[in-house]
């Protein structure tokens, strides 16, 4: 059931929705190609050049609190507008570092803009459409945000040849004059005036702590940070995996993240078809079997000599995102319905905990994890072992409910 609000063409709608999805895949994502290039250039670590994830997502985390509660107050379309000129300035910057400090503030300034775009487009789709179509749309969503780390990757090695690692930035500065450009002429405000909340400091942190109080709400937080967290380990060592566990060179990440996001991307189409209300527990139960069953194909592979090699260590990957990706759309909205009046903060709240973990995992997790191909494939499904648990928790608490 769509609601009466009048958002122009649905599909310029969704378009719009599913680039500024994008902002986040691209930003980490496009980079990893150039690491080998940067490591040389800028006489650094590959350690260091992790930094450059870490810090967007620790910005990325830090002010993502702060866009859903200002777009709760002011409407959704000036906040997505001044994150876009704001990401385009900080991509200039990033093109033109003379070094990695530099390099790192340009990252943070990513971080703090990226957020307007990818949380607040997220509590759009409830503010437009309700019950299943409001599902429907966030899958839709989620298979095209699946697109974006796939192909990243893929754009961030060809640009090497065109301005070396500088061209990754000069393309993401390009991406957010696009968004500037499609959101100021084509959006509409999703958010009329009387439904807005108002706006001070000790609103700001009220409606944070609602959402954050609401244990249910703040386990789905968690528990959706944990569940992508298996993924994200095989994406913050897709540097290491690519060069040196398999042996591969810059322009050969596709590799990896084809079947990565393959998976995700069919998972999406599948849930947008199949999205019923009533069958909404029973897909997250399907998503979950998959993603334990691929991560634990995964491991077995890497332990047994002659499948720990390509083509065979990345055959599982698919069933295993498949799996991630089902539940994905359902964990969303299922938090986002626990607070029809704080949707953007309860988004931010989401966003926040997951970005945290990213940044964890990005920083420390993964460096140590990408040692070995065993050890890889472990971390990620330690991590899919983990949410599943939280997940038949969360259930368990639910159904006595």
């Known amino acids: 059931m769509t609601r009466k609000i009048d958002i122009g063409p649905k599909w310029l709608f969704l378009l719009i929705l599913a680039l500024l999805s994008m902002f986040g895949p691209f930003t980490i994502d496009a980079i990893f190609p150039?690491?080998?290039?940067?490591?040389?250039?800028?006489?650094?670590?590959?350690?260091?050049?992790?930094?450059?994830?870490?810090?967007?997502?620790?910005?990325?985390a830090a002010v993502s609190l702060f866009h859903?509660?200002?777009?709760?107050?002011?409407?959704?379309?000036?906040?997505?507008?001044?994150?876009?000129?704001?990401?385009?300035?900080?991509?200039?910057?990033?093109?033109?570092?003379?070094?990695?400090?530099?390099?790192?503030?340009?990252?943070?300034?990513?971080?703090?803009?990226?957020?307007?775009?990818?949380?607040?487009?997220?509590?759009?789709?409830?503010?437009?459409?309700?019950g299943e179509e409001a599902q429907r749309v966030m899958a839709q969503i989620a298979m095209l945000f699946g697109i974006a780390p796939a192909v990243a990757p893929i754009i961030g090695g060809y640009l090497l040849g065109w301005d070396g690692w500088r061209?990754?930035?000069?393309?993401?500065?390009?991406?957010?004059i696009l968004l500037f450009v499609l959101v100021w002429g084509g959006a509409r405000e999703t958010l009329p005036k009387e439904n807005r909340t108002r706006f001070d400091g000790r609103f700001l942190f009220v409606s944070l702590w609602k959402v954050w109080k609401n244990r249910a709400g703040r386990l789905l937080a968690i528990?959706?940070?944990?569940h992508f967290g298996g993924q994200f380990v095989l994406i913050s060592a897709s540097s290491i995996f690519i060069t040196e566990l398999v042996g591969l060179g810059e322009t050969d990440f596709w590799v990896l993240f084809v079947p990565l996001f393959?998976?995700?991307?069919?998972?999406?189409?599948?849930?947008?078809?199949?999205?019923?209300?009533?069958?909404?527990?029973?897909?997250?139960?399907?998503?979950?079997?998959?993603?334990?069953?691929g991560a634990g194909l995964l491991v077995a592979f890497a332990l047994i000599p002659g499948l720990n090699a390509l083509p065979w260590i990345v055959l599982p990957m698919p069933l295993y995102t498949l799996g991630i990706s089902l539940v994905f759309p359902i964990q969303t909205m299922a938090m986002l319905?626990?607070?029809?009046?704080?949707?953007?903060a309860a988004s931010s709240?989401?966003?926040?905990?997951?970005?945290?973990?990213?940044?964890?995992?990005?920083?420390?997790?993964?460096?140590?994890?990408?040692?070995?191909?065993p050890t890889l494939m472990l971390t990620s499904l330690g991590f899919t072992v983990v949410s599943t648990l939280l997940w038949a928790w969360y259930r368990l608490r639910i159904s006595r409910a």
């Open 34 to 60: 150039a690491f080998t290039r940067m490591e040389a250039e800028l006489q650094v670590s590959n350690l260091a050049l992790q930094q450059l994830v870490s810090v967007y997502l620790l910005s990325y």
């Open 68 to 130: 859903g509660p200002i777009s709760d107050a002011f409407g959704r379309k000036p906040v997505i507008i001044v994150g876009s000129v704001g990401f385009a300035l900080a991509s200039l910057l990033g093109a033109l570092a003379p070094n990695l400090p530099v390099l790192l503030v340009a990252r943070g300034f990513q971080g703090v803009f990226a957020g307007a775009g990818q949380i607040v487009s997220r509590a759009m789709i409830p503010d437009v459409f309700e």
């Open 167 to 176: 061209g990754v930035f000069w393309f993401l500065m390009l991406f957010g």
């Open 223 to 226: 528990i959706g940070a944990i």
């Open 262 to 293: 393959g998976g995700m991307i069919f998972g999406s189409w599948l849930t947008s078809h199949f999205n019923a209300e009533r069958l909404r527990w029973r897909i997250a139960f399907i998503g979950y079997c998959c993603a334990l069953s």
């Open 337 to 344: 319905e626990l607070y029809p009046k704080y949707r953007g």
């Open 349 to 373: 709240v989401q966003s926040f905990v997951s970005l945290l973990t990213n940044a964890l995992i990005v920083g420390l997790i993964a460096p140590l994890a990408a040692t070995s191909m």
